[in-house]
């Protein structure tokens, strides 16, 4: 079965940092872009950072410089470092993965997710 | 960045009616729209890829619509289970955008 499971979040002060990881099983993580969402409490969906199968990454404006995403094939994890973290970074950040093409059809839509992990900026 | 506007904003209707949830894009997604479903406390699940695909295991009363930028998720008779936050999301462009989302309850 597929399976993302995340983990590292937690409470921090303003200007800290954390490291959030997601661990994937039941597919050939290689193959297949992944992605973290957060969603701040109440909100809706923001996508924060992609990385691809081939190592292009994206960052949204809100973390870019800040956050840095990067995958380790071999032990089937994604990660998301997270420095110089702001009040408003306070969100349940989710891991899901960018769906393959199916039947010739493609939208890269997020077709699994993690259960998510909540991450507090607070001093 | 696309602006993707969902409406209406929430609804409640009767178990067994028909609900339709719109989705407008501020400039052309193609077909790169997916509408996924989050239920309180859970993540977000994948219904309807590529405009009007549906995903594996999704029920049947579930259809996807497009038109131009609007686009449409129908859910064609309302069941008790199917309760939660409906969100559409772009993934013509970068930064992938997602709808405000739309809340559905039952009367």
């Known amino acids: 079965e597929v399976h993302l499971v995340e983990s590292g979040g937690g409470l921090v002060q303003p200007g800290g940092s954390l490291r959030l990881s997601c661990a994937a099983s039941?597919?050939?993580?290689?193959?297949?872009?992944m992605n973290w969402v957060r969603q701040a409490p109440g909100k809706g969906l923001e996508c924060v950072s992609f990385?691809?199968?081939?190592?292009?990454?994206y960052y949204a404006d809100s973390v870019r410089g800040r956050f840095t995403i990067s995958r380790d094939n071999a032990r089937d994890s994604l990660h998301l470092q997270m420095n110089s973290l702001r009040d408003e970074d306070t969100a349940i950040y989710y891991c899901?993965?960018?769906?393959?093409?199916?039947?010739?059809?493609?939208?890269?839509?997020?077709?699994?997710w993690g259960q998510g992990t909540m991450v507090t900026v607070s001093s | 960045d696309i602006q993707m506007t969902q409406s209406p904003s929430s609804l409640s209707a009767s178990v067994g009616d028909r609900v339709t949830i719109t989705c407008r894009a501020s400039q052309s997604v193609s077909r790169y729209l997916n509408w996924y479903q989050q239920k309180a406390g859970e993540a977000p699940k994948l219904l309807i890829y590529?405009?009007?695909s549906l995903h594996s295991g999704v029920p049947s009363r579930f259809s996807g619509g497009d038109s131009g930028t609007d686009f449409t998720l129908t859910i064609s008779s309302l069941q008790p289970e199917d309760i939660g936050t409906y969100f559409c999301?772009?993934?013509?462009?970068?930064?992938?955008?997602f709808g405000q989302g739309t809340k559905v309850e039952i009367e």
């Open positions: 990385i691809t199968a081939g190592d292009t990454i």
């Open positions: 999301q772009q993934t013509h462009s970068n930064p992938r955008t």
């Open positions: 039941g597919f050939t993580f290689s193959s297949y872009g």
């Open positions: 899901a993965r960018t769906g393959d093409c199916n039947h010739g059809v493609c939208s890269d839509a997020f077709d699994i």
């Open positions: 590529a405009a009007s």
